[in-house]
């Protein structure tokens, strides 16, 4: 009898999982059938913001379903980033991120990495801007550079959070000119630059897409930009690369801000392949590419284990690079990640689990 009641448990736990493991399974092949929510890093107006609401807009007419987007800010992106690491892996919740969270683990914001614990989708990329409001006394990147070198530690620059891009790149050019200035962070380029608009601070350092209406309007002065040649801009004039005046970046130019799509890892397959393919369509839309234009953002595509390495080399740069600064909270070491000259050597780690898209 015993034996008897432990072959008829066995088997209904067999039909109970079975009937549990249909709809997963169901619901990975009809998705979506419900609103997506993508949870974009940074406050509204910014560059991740724009680029994120208008690629979701063309997303959303491949997918027959609507896309709500929020903003979550705090802790340079690693609040957003953890609370949608937070949901199911299910494909309705997506982050809106930057730069694959590669400051985050080297910065002691969250124990998260892009590579290992999201599936990325890259789908543009940004400029490095240098601006002052066009009230102020400084005229041009040198007057910048000068003004710095005489008044140590007073010139207030905005950046977005530590550890974040454009704090990075503001670290960069200090240490390369050996400035002494007063970073104020900000929760994102377009706080940073509201900034400088309502003089609070004295140069914005953040994205040329975040500046450049502005610029238009004559509201701000383009102090240089992150490309790696001048740029003419209609009824402005040129504007300068930064690598006229600093020709250590040149190996750097262009340098910016990355922006894609992250969901959880272990977001089935066929969610992915078909999140793929509306990206990929979303990408040619006329509305999106337009907005790149005009904005002077650059179309990029990279998804599966090719945007898996680039987000890791990303977080091997900055790892050592905050460390090399002496501004980072866990060394590279700590991390069990590799030197930058060490990175091809050391890819993929043993650990590595392969992405599951297709």
């Not at 969250?110 to 006394?137: I, K, P």
């Not at 102090?223 to 040649?229: K, N, P, T």
């Not at 070491?333 to 043993?350: I, K, V």
């Amino acid at each position: 009898m015993n034996s008897l009641l432990a072959r008829s448990a066995i088997a209904l736990s067999i039909l109970i999982g079975s009937l549990w493991a249909a709809p997963k399974a169901d619901a990975a092949e009809e998705w979506p059938t419900r609103p997506i929510t993508l949870v974009v890093k940074y406050s509204a107006g910014g560059g991740t913001d724009l680029i994120l609401r208008t690629v979701a807009k063309a997303i959303e007419q491949e997918l027959g379903t609507s896309i709500r987007v929020t903003n979550m800010t705090g802790g340079v992106g690693a609040i957003a980033a953890q609370h949608v690491y937070d949901q199911p892996a299910d494909g309705y919740t997506w982050l809106g991120f930057g730069n694959y969270l590669k400051h985050f683990r080297a910065m002691g914001l969250a124990d998260l990495a892009g590579w290992r614990d999201f599936e990325t989708f890259l789908v543009g990329n940004s400029l490095g801007s240098w601006s002052v409001s066009s009230q102020s006394e400084i005229g041009s990147f040198e007057e910048f550079v000068e003004e710095a070198r005489n008044n140590p530690g007073k010139l207030r620059v905005a950046t977005d959070g530590k550890g974040g891009l454009w704090h990075e790149v503001m670290s960069l050019l200090a240490a390369t000119l050996d400035l002494d200035v007063n970073i104020v962070t900000y929760d994102g380029g377009a706080p940073a630059t509201l900034a400088v608009l309502q003089n609070e601070v004295d140069v914005v350092v953040s994205g040329l897409h975040e500046h450049i209406e502005f610029i238009k309007a004559g509201k701000l002065r383009n102090l240089a930009h992150f490309a790696d040649e001048d740029l003419e801009v209609p009824g402005v004039g040129t504007l300068p690369s930064v690598t006229n005046f600093v020709p250590e970046f040149a190996e750097l130019a262009p340098f910016g801000s990355m922006y894609g799509i992250g969901l959880r890892r272990g977001t089935p397959a066929p969610i992915l392949t078909k999140l793929r393919a509306a990206i990929e369509t979303a990408l040619e839309n006329p509305e999106f590419k337009q907005m790149l234009d005009d904005r002077f953002l650059r179309p990029a595509y990279l998804y599966g284990e090719e945007s898996d390495q680039r987000a890791a080399r990303l977080e091997v740069l900055a790892a050592n690079l905050f460390d090399d600064l002496e501004i980072a909270e866990r060394s590279p070491e700590e991390l069990g990640l590799p030197t930058a000259e060490e990175f091809d050597g050391w890819w993929p780690p043993a650990d590595y689990q392969p992405t599951a898209v297709e």
